[in-house]
C-alpha cells in the first residue's frame, strides 16, 4: 500500500484560506480543493467516525460528541473508547488486504482500546486530592514514554480552555513526526486542533486571528514538508468550518420553566436531573438532542420548540432518517440551529446557584458542550489560583465566565454558508463537492490505488 498522511486541520474553510495562511494558500493552489456537504452532525467526534467508517452517524452510532445513556440514565460527552464506533474503521479494512499495513492514529477522537497499531490521545492523571495533571495516554503504553521524555509532558491546558493555544498543536505535530521515524506507520491520522479555538471565540475575523492563522499555517507546512521527504502522498482536510454566531439558545431554560426539568439542590447549588427529568436538551454546538422520558409531554415540547427563534430544523425519528442521524443514541427530536445561533446546555435561572462545574473547565460533567470554557473572568483570579496550586494549596480554576453571548463562533449545523463549509486538499483531481462518509474512499484510494 502506498504511505498516506491524512492532516486534520480543524475548523479549516475558505473563509480562513488567504493572505495569513501564505503556505496553505500556494499549496491549494497547486493541487486540488473539495468542498465536503457538513454532516448532520458537524461536530468532531461524529465526522471524524464517518471519515474513518465511510458510514453516516445512523449507521455508525455516533451522534455527536456525546448524548444521553439510557441504561445509566446519565448524559456523557468526550468518552474515548473506540468501541463506541459500532463500523469497521478504514486500518481493518487495510489489515485485510496488506498484512504489513500499520497506521498511527494521533489524536483523532476515540483513540483508545482501538486496533490501530500506533495511537496517542489526551488523558490526564485525576489525583486522590483532586488534582488534575497533564498526561496523554498511548498504544504501545511505551510511546508515550518516549514521547514526553524528547518533547516534555504533553501540554493539556493548552489543548482546551482558556489557556488553549499552538502549543498543543505543536507537540501533536512533533509527536506525529517523532512515531513516524520510530515506526513509519502506513497510514498516519494526525489532529491540528488549533484554530477552533479563535474562531469559535472571534468568528472568522481574520485581522483578530491574522496570528493564529500564521501558526497553524507554519506547523503544516512543515508536516507537508517532511512527509513529502518520506515518501508519503498527503491529504490535507477538515471536519468543519465556523461561522460567525451571535444568538446563544437556552432551551433548558425553556424547559425548566415549563415544568420539564428536574432540579436537584446540593449545597445550595443546582443539578440537572436528566434521569428524573420529563424532557431535557443535550446540547452539542448547533445541534440539540432533545430526550422524552415522560412521552406525554411530546406534543408540548414539540408547541415550545416551534416557537423559539433560532432553531432552523426539528426532526423527529422519521425526519431524521432523510439526515441520516436516526439511531437508539440520538434524541427523540434532533434540532439544527439557524446559522447565526446555537444551543446552551444552561438550565440555571440564578447564576449564583450555577453547578460548580460550570464555572470550570470539566467535559466531563457538563450535561452539553460548553465553548465559554475558552473564555477566563479574571487573569488576575486564575494567576491567585496558580500560586496557591504551587504553594501546595488546594484550589478550584473556577474562573470561566457565565455569559454565552461571547461566543462569536459555532458549527454543527448543516445549512452553512460555502464559505464555511470543511474542505479536502489532495493531489488528485476529486469531486468539487463530497458528502462526509466519501472521504473515506478518498484516503483508501490513496493508500491503494
Known amino acids: 500500500m502506498h504511505k498516506t498522511v491524512v492532516i486534520d486541520i480543524v475548523a479549516l474553510s475558505n473563509s480562513v484560506i488567504g493572505k495569513h495562511t501564505p503556505f496553505l494558500q500556494k499549496y491549494i493552489a497547486e493541487h486540488h480543493l ?4 457538513p454532516l448532520l452532525p458537524a461536530v468532531t467526534t461524529a465526522v471524524q467516525s464517518s471519515y474513518l467508517t465511510g458510514k453516516f452517524p445512523s449507521e455508525n452510532g455516533i451522534v455527536g460528541n456525546g448524548w444521553y445513556d439510557h441504561e445509566d440514565a446519565e448524559i456523557k460527552f468526550w468518552k474515548q473508547s473506540n468501541k463506541l464506533v459500532n463500523a469497521e474503521k478504514i486500518w481493518d479494512q487495510a489489515k485485510k488486504e496488506d498484512p504489513d499495513f500499520t497506521c498511527a492514529n494521533m489524536f483523532w477522537w476515540y483513540n483508545m482500546y482501538s486496533t490501530a497499531d500506533f495511537s496517542v490521545t489526551p488523558r490526564p492523571n485525576y489525583l486522590a486530592d483532586g488534582r488534575k495533571l497533564p498526561d496523554c495516554y498511548s498504544q504501545p503504553a511505551e510511546l508515550r514514554d518516549h514521547l514526553q521524555a524528547k518533547l516534555g509532558q504533553f501540554p493539556l491546558f493548552q489543548f482546551w480552555g482558556p489557556g488553549a493555544n499552538i502549543k498543543s498543536t505543536k507537540w501533536i505535530a512533533d509527536a506525529s513526526m517523532e512515531t513516524e521515524k520510530l515506526h513509519n506507520p502506513t497510514l498516519t491520522l494526525i489532529y491540528l486542533p488549533h484554530l477552533d479555538y479563535c474562531l469559535q471565540k472571534f468568528g472568522p ?3 483578530k486571528i491574522s496570528a493564529e492563522l500564521k501558526e497553524i499555517d507554519q506547523v503544516v507546512e512543515e508536516l507537508v514538508r517532511f512527509y513529502e521527504s518520506r515518501g508519503a502522498r498527503i491529504i490535507l482536510l477538515s471536519e468543519y468550518g465556523i461561522a460567525p454566531v451571535n444568538q446563544p439558545i437556552h432551551l433548558n431554560r425553556l424547559f425548566r420553566e415549563n415544568g420539564l426539568i428536574q432540579i436537584r439542590e446540593e449545597r445550595g447549588l443546582e443539578l440537572l436531573d436528566a434521569g428524573a427529568s420529563k424532557a431535557f436538551v443535550v446540547a452539542d454546538h448547533q445541534v440539540a438532542h432533545v430526550y422524552i422520558n415522560d412521552k406525554s409531554v411530546t406534543e408540548q415540547v414539540e408547541a415550545l420548540l416551534k416557537n423559539v427563534p433560532g432553531i432552523d430544523l426539528i426532526l423527529d425519528k422519521k425526519g431524521q432518517e432523510q439526515y441520516h442521524i436516526n439511531h437508539k443514541r440520538s434524541g427523540d427530536l434532533v434540532l439544527v440551529a439557524k446559522e447565526n445561533s446555537w444551543f446552551t446546555y444552561y438550565f440555571w435561572l440564578d447564576d449564583a446557584k450555577a453547578p460548580d462545574y460550570a464555572r470550570v473547565v470539566d467535559i466531563h460533567k457538563k450535561p452539553g458542550y460548553d465553548p465559554v470554557e475558552m473564555f477566563m473572568t479574571s487573569k488576575l483570579k486564575a494567576g491567585y489560583k496558580l500560586l496557591r496550586k504551587k504553594a501546595g494549596f488546594r484550589y478550584v480554576m473556577d474562573v ?3 455569559d454565552a453571548t461571547l461566543v462569536k463562533g459555532s458549527h454543527g449545523g448543516i445549512n452553512t454558508a460555502d464559505q464555511y463549509k470543511p474542505v479536502l486538499v489532495t493531489s ?14 478518498v484516503i483508501w484510494d490513496s493508500l491503494t490505488v
Do not use: F, G, N, W
Not at 473539495?34 to 456537504?37: A, D, H
Open 428 to 441: 488528485k483531481a476529486m469531486d468539487k463537492t463530497l458528502q462526509a462518509p466519501d472521504v473515506y474512499q
Open 34 to 37: 473539495s468542498t465536503i456537504e
Open 400 to 402: 470561566i465566565p457565565l
Open 205 to 207: 475575523e481574520l485581522e
